[in-house]
């Protein structure tokens, strides 16, 4: 998401992720913001990457009007890497990137629960009167994990997802999520729990606070000086404190922690493998 990331920045990141033995690459998404679309960029990883999952982690669906390409665009990605595409979707909270793209935000909910039944209704091959199906036909279906902390969010996640994505604002900020989440899928019948995925901001070295605050300030700035002042001192900068956020969100029902970084140096990817090693 680092508006100054570059491209070789981004495969040599998808590389060393891959070859240190992490689990998954996320990527978030914004369509009024100097990032890279997420789609693109897990296409782009997925060519110099073998085993490592690929997850937008998420994806603002609803503002991309075309659902055949869409469906069409994750099909291709999930295919092409062996079935490694994990395709977390919301319906967004971010009015403009629905103005830049004439799709209605109101609406937004709606569009997403439509789109996901036509999306898995393509993968599953149906023709739709025509001469033959939107494919590729993907390996995975792909998988789908949903994000969002309403009702709405949780209930998508239990009925059509392989996962649910959580923000990081803290571990027992994801207890209560938690807590919140099994009483919805307790009341949908859901038997087996989507796997629960939380993004949290870091950085590390001597530059981290430099990089934190001009990343996250300016991503969130829209939430005014004193919100995204409290979401960059939230994000983790030191080997101590990425050490003890994973043993504390693993111990509230984390099943997968995502690091978003807010420096794009891949060197960044080295300091957590070794963070990692000794969490």
């Known amino acids: 998401m680092v508006p100054e ?41 997925a060519g110099v990457t073998e085993r490592i999952r690929l997850a937008t982690t998420i994806m603002i669906a609803p503002y991309r009007a075309d659902v055949a390409v869409l469906a069409k665009q994750a099909a291709s990605i999930d295919k092409l890497s062996g079935g490694r595409l994990v395709l977390g979707m919301s319906a967004g909270g971010r009015a403009d990137d629905f103005e830049a793209n ?16 036509r999306m898995r209704a393509i993968w599953a091959g149906e023709h739709e009167g025509l001469d033959h199906p939107i494919g590729p036909t993907p390996v995975s279906g792909p998988r789908l994990a949903f994000g969002g902390h309403s009702k709405y969010g949780v209930r998508r996640a239990g009925r059509w997802g392989w996962g649910w994505v ?5 571990p027992a900020g994801l207890e209560r999520l938690l807590e919140f989440a099994r009483e919805t899928w307790a009341e949908q019948g859901v038997t087996t729990e989507p796997r629960k995925l939380v993004i949290h901001y870091y950085a590390l070295g001597d530059d981290a606070e430099a990089h934190v605050d001009r990343f996250l300030q300016d991503y969130y700035a829209y939430l005014g000086p004193q919100f995204a002042g ?22 509230a029902g984390c099943d997968e922690l995502i690091f978003i970084p807010c420096n794009p140096d891949p060197e960044q990817v080295d300091l957590l493998a070794k963070v990692r090693g000794t969490a």
């Open 166 to 170: 959580a923000s990081g604002s803290s």
């Open 230 to 251: 409290k979401i960059a001192t939230g994000a983790l900068k030191t080997e101590s404190e990425v050490a003890d956020t994973i043993a504390r969100y693993a111990a």
């Open 5 to 45: 990331a570059t491209g070789d920045q981004l495969v040599e990141w998808a590389r060393r992720a891959d070859e240190l033995g992490f689990s998954t690459l996320g990527a978030l998404d914004r369509l009024v913001y100097g990032n890279y679309d997420p789609l693109v960029a897990l296409a782009a990883a």
């Open 102 to 117: 004439g799709t209605a935000y109101d609406r937004r909910g709606r569009a997403l629960d439509a789109m996901v039944k």
